[in-house]
């Protein structure tokens, strides 16, 4: 009768920490969608310039584009790139050519 009990009690255990993990897994889906959504919005802000007809402001246009991807990436890889050991990101930097 004691190991019923035991049996139990883990299988309980078991099913919360299986409930607990669905629950980071929605947490981590919600997550990704909106980093996903983000993104897309921020790629048709760039492709917006790419298309709009003032050929004069070229280069400002090169510099807002080289902006948003600089921010976002940034972002990204501090989301991403996570040194466990010491919980500081690893940054990346890209290369400013408009500067």
Sequence with gaps: MF???NEGV????LENEIE???QIIKRKDRE???IKTECAGQFRKIGD???CNDYD???NKLRTINEIAQDNFSALVKDM????TSSKAK???LSHPLK
């Design 81 to 84: 790139v996570i040194d466990k």
């Design 32 to 34: 990704i969608e909106d």
């Design 20 to 22: 607990q993990l669905k």
């Design 49 to 51: 310039l790419c298309f």
């Design 3 to 5: 190991r019923k009990q």
């Design 57 to 59: 402001g070229k280069l």
């Design 10 to 13: 883990t299988v309980r255990q």
């Design 91 to 93: 940054i990346i930097e």
